[in-house]
Structure formats: C-alpha cells, structure tokens
Nanobody, 124 residues
C-alpha cells in the first residue's frame, strides 16, 4: 500500500514563493520518474515538471526559470520549488510517481501513483 502525501500549498502574493513536497509512504517499491502536474477548473491537466531517476529535469515553458523540481531518493520525496509566482500559476497541484514493484516470479508491476492535490493560489 503506497500513498502520496502532499504538502506546501497555500495562498501567496504575486512574486512570492512556495515549496511543495510529496512523500511516498507505505510499501517499498522502485521509483523511476517523479513529477508535478496542475489543473484548473475547465482546463486540462498540464505537466509542470518531471525529474527522472538520473535527476534529469523537464519543465513546462510557462514555468521554466521560475520553478525547480528535485528529489530526495533516500526519503522518497519529490519537491517543487516555486518562485516568482504569477496569478496564472493558481491551480491544484498533483504529484505523480512512476515506478515498479516485484510481481509474481520474475515479473514486475508498473505503478503510476497520484497525490490527492494541494491548492496553490496566487493573488494580491
């Protein structure tokens, strides 16, 4: 049983900063990609940032240079440092972790886990 526990959302002024955290608790598994997505009412969910197992990062153009994703492998945490926040960053942010666990025999089972979301509101 794996649960992703998110924290760090809240209300912030434009130009301010927030740091989101997502912790994978529960059963042991191998983590590959870790990422953050966001969604606003009436719009599709969009990728914000992804970090792979080699710590290579990918960012949406809209957040590049302002956000930074990082991971703590020992503690199974993915972070999203959000700087120079804009009103258009307002959304529910969801963490995502992709990994594998051992299945029956030599098989592996893919995992695609999502956090429940944390609200980020950027407003003056």
């Amino acid at each position: 049983q794996v649960e992703l526990v998110e924290s760090g959302g809240g209300l912030v002024q434009p130009g301010g900063s927030l740091r989101l955290s997502c912790w994978a608790s529960g059963s042991t598994f191998t983590i590959n990609d870790m990422g953050w997505y966001r969604q606003v009412p009436g719009k599709q969910r969009e990728l914000v940032a992804v970090i792979n197992s080699g710590s290579t990062t990918t960012y949406s153009d809209s957040v590049k240079g302002r956000f930074a994703i990082s991971r703590d492998n020992a503690n199974k945490i993915v972070y999203l440092q959000m700087n120079s926040l804009k009103p258009e960053d307002t959304a529910v942010y969801h963490c995502n972790i992709k990994g594998t666990r051992r299945g029956k025999g030599w098989s592996t089972v893919n995992l695609d886990l999502w956090g429940q979301g944390t609200q980020v509101t950027v407003s003056s």
